[in-house]
């Protein structure tokens, strides 16, 4: 078949900040690269088209959400192509340097491609001899290249030079290759996180700071030094990658709960997540409840901040999608749903049962308290508000204690702030309020100008 743009699909996952591929293959069938737990873009790309999934391909054991690449072997049938090297344990086809999988006319290259993790590979897509675009993971992206500490920090050093020498490979093809990077925008994989998803090879050497720098040594002081934080559950999910997600046969469900069942279920260990829009959980809450608004980034923070080891009761608004909730969880391996409060808010104040308010303040009424700053650290180095107290939210579970009493929390808009109060109040603080903005907004109403750096603003 000869190949057009429009046989390459990209699927988005704004929330994650990554891309997986739909490849039509041009006779009915399609090739799933890096595809996420929850389906549903794919399937409904492959059903819109008419393909059946034949192929299902992994750049690498991922780290920051569950692979799709064996429901899809279960569901349509699909080869799953894989590194050899990462020793998973479940049926597929491992693959080498160098290697070939011929996908009807169109021809699949394994590339050895170390650094983000050691068994990463890329995958050349030919037609007979042209090379016309490369699925490079974690490897090369848009301007930058993927994180190398996710193996821990004995590692971190030793994978970076892995991912220059990777790096240099990749930018040998020829100039027009396409590059279909995973990581992008909004990834915590990201070193750090750029704009654009796909790019070409002469884009990159033309635009990519990390393939400017002049030797190998410049290159990992220049990457290591873009690393930030990443959520805790990364931890986790390479090794359930290898050993191969629960096939799911049947939709995940988010079943009724009462107010005395959600109260048994805090009492026995278990959390309680409010979905709701920040101003909603501002103005009445169930006390100990964490705050985690529905959006692309739930899943994120939902992970980062509470364990995958115990049951989760959720508190929603109407109309919001339980199915938006239930799949951002099992994307990321949090199973353990035990449904949602039916009726709400409305139903746990019937059952007698207490509320906590947060104060959600606009930017001209927060003057007066320590603002504390929860967002990432190159996020607040950009421009803070001057004597800003900085703790980033993921940490906030263990930094609680540090914290100013009476605070205004702050981010860029008010949902992570809106998180960070209620950690906060579940760690006992006492007259917590989020300011309803950013830094923008508080130093626009207070005639402050932003500072930036990371000086002397840790509690």
């Known amino acids: 078949m000869g190949f057009a743009d429009d046989h390459l699909i990209p699927l988005v996952d704004e929330g994650l900040g990554n891309s997986a591929y739909l490849l039509d293959l041009g006779d009915g069938r399609a090739l799933a690269m890096d595809a996420s737990r929850d389906l549903r873009t794919l399937r409904a790309a ?18 920051d959400f569950l692979s799709g690449a064996v429901q899809l072997g279960h569901d349509t049938g699909a080869t799953i192509l894989a590194s050899a090297a990462g020793r998973r344990a479940f049926d597929h086809h491992g693959l080498a340097d160098g290697d070939e999988v011929d996908l009807g006319g ?13 068994e990463h590979l890329s995958f050349l897509l030919l037609d007979g001899s042209r090379q016309l675009g490369v699925f490079t993971g974690g490897s090369l992206i848009v301007n930058s290249a993927a994180r190398t500490d996710l193996l821990g920090p004995e590692r971190t050093e030793e994978l970076a030079r892995a991912q220059y020498r990777s790096l240099q490979r990749l930018t040998a093809l020829p100039d027009e290759t396409a590059v279909w990077p995973t ?30 720098a002049p030797d190998e040594d410049t290159f990992v002081a220049q990457l290591l030094a873009s690393l930030g934080t990443y959520p805790a559950y990364f931890d986790r999910l390479g090794e359930i990658n290898r050993r191969g997600p629960a096939v ?65 009761a959720f508190v929603t608004a109407d109309g919001q999608d339980l199915n938006e909730i239930v799949w951002q969880a099992y994307k990321i391996g949090y199973e353990r749903l035990a449904g949602r409060l039916a009726g709400g808010m409305t139903a746990w104040l019937a059952d007698g049962n207490p509320q906590t ?38 940490a906030l579970n263990e930094s609680a204690a540090n914290a100013p009493a009476g605070p205004v929390v702050a981010c860029g808009h008010g949902e992570r702030a809106m998180t960070a109060a209620s950690l906060l109040e579940r760690a006992g603080h006492r007259d917590v309020a989020v300011l309803d903005g950013g830094p923008d907004d508080y130093t626009a109403a207070h005639g402050q100008q932003l500072v930036e750096g990371t000086e002397d603003t840790r509690p």
């Open 248 to 312: 799911l046969t049947a939709q995940p469900a988010l079943p009724s709960l009462s107010a005395p069942q959600v109260r048994a279920l805090m009492a026995d260990g278990g959390h309680v997540v409010d979905v709701r829009p920040a101003a909603d959980y501002a103005d009445g809450h169930i006390p100990g409840s964490l705050s985690v608004p529905l959006r692309d980034q739930f899943a994120t923070w939902l992970g980062w901040l509470l364990p995958d080891t115990a049951p989760l």
């Open 183 to 212: 990581h992008g925008a909004g990834s915590f994989c990201s070193a750090p996180p750029g704009t654009e998803r796909t790019t070409t090879i002469s884009a990159q050497k033309q635009a990519n700071p990390l393939l400017a």
């Open 357 to 394: 308010t947060t104060a959600f303040l606009a930017a001209d009424r927060a003057a007066g308290r320590p603002y504390v700053d929860v967002r990432q650290e190159a996020e607040f180095a950009a421009g803070h508000v001057p004597g800003a107290v900085h703790i980033e939210l993921g």
């Open 106 to 118: 169109l021809t699949l290259r394994a590339l050895s491609t170390p650094g983000h993790t050691d």
């Open 46 to 63: 492959a059903e819109r088209r008419g393909l059946r999934v034949a192929f299902a391909a992994d750049t690498h054991l991922h780290a």
